[in-house]
């Protein structure tokens, strides 16, 4: 079945960087979209990164576009956020995902966040 593991979470002070990492098995990797997700408490679960199947097209909101950075190595099934100049407002669960289609999406368990002030 298809599993995505993040890993990479953790306590950092604002200014700082973070690189998650989701693992990817069970699906043609190379033919997903994959994409990052976050969701703070008492918020709806947001997009922050997306990127194609190639590598090739790479989407930010305005939220993050400058500070993350999302790439994906598929002969490692791998996708990666890197994440610059962490803010307090970036607290919050970080969810991998794959798009298949535009129709199916599969979900990872998520990475917790922690930016203090």
């Known amino acids: 079945q298809v599993q995505l593991v993040e890993s990479g979470g953790g306590l950092v002070q604002a200014g700082g960087s973070l690189r998650l990492s989701c693992a990817a098995s069970?699906?043609?990797?190379?033919?997903?979209?994959m994409e990052w997700f976050r969701q703070a408490p008492g918020k709806e679960r947001e997009l922050v990164a997306a990127?194609?199947?190639?590598?090739?097209?790479?989407s930010y909101p305005d939220s993050v576009r400058g500070r993350f950075t999302i790439s994906r190595d598929n002969a490692a099934n791998t996708v990666y956020l890197q994440m610059n100049s962490l803010k307090p407002e970036d607290t919050a669960v970080y969810y991998c995902?794959?798009?298949?289609?535009?129709?199916?999406?599969?979900w990872g368990k998520g990475t917790l966040v922690t930016v203090s002030s």
């Open positions: 995902a794959a798009l298949w289609s535009n129709s199916v999406r599969y």
């Open positions: 069970g699906l043609p990797f190379s033919r997903h979209v």
């Open positions: 990127i194609a199947g190639n590598g090739g097209t790479k």
